[in-house]
């Protein structure tokens, strides 16, 4: 089992940053791939961005390259996604996801642990 808990979500302006974070408990973190997703009011959960364990590999979604940054700890057992320049449509509640896969997943359903999620909202 994984607990996931994400912290860091908070009001900001529109093109401003902020970063929120995920920290693991349970199974070994090293070994999971680690994602961000998000969910607007209304919409569908969307990938936001993912970063594998075995080789450090990273995907994301076009509305977060070169806006966005993920990024790892092992140590803390903590994965973390920098937003920049961020946008009204970036409001969401942002969730962290784990995955038990060496190949870094895209779709909501190939992740086996979730976060309660956290709200960014973005004001314009």
């Known amino acids: 089992q994984v607990q996931l808990v994400e912290s860091g979500g908070g009001l900001v302006q529109a093109g401003g940053s902020l970063r929120v974070s995920c920290a693991a408990s349970g199974r070994t973190f090293s070994y999971l791939t680690m994602g961000w997703f998000r969910q607007a009011t209304g919409k569908e959960r969307e990938f936001v961005a993912a970063i594998g364990w075995s080789d450090g590999k990273i995907l994301y979604a076009d509305s977060a390259k070169g806006r966005f940054t993920i990024s790892r700890d092992n140590a803390k057992k903590t994965v973390y996604l920098q937003m920049n320049s961020l946008k009204p449509e970036d409001t969401a509640v942002y969730y962290c996801?784990?995955?038990?896969?060496?190949?870094?997943?895209?779709?909501?359903?190939?992740?086996?642990?979730w976060g309660q999620g956290t709200q960014v909202t973005v004001s314009s």
């Open positions: 996801a784990a995955a038990s896969m060496v190949l870094i997943p895209v779709v909501a359903d190939r992740y086996e642990y």
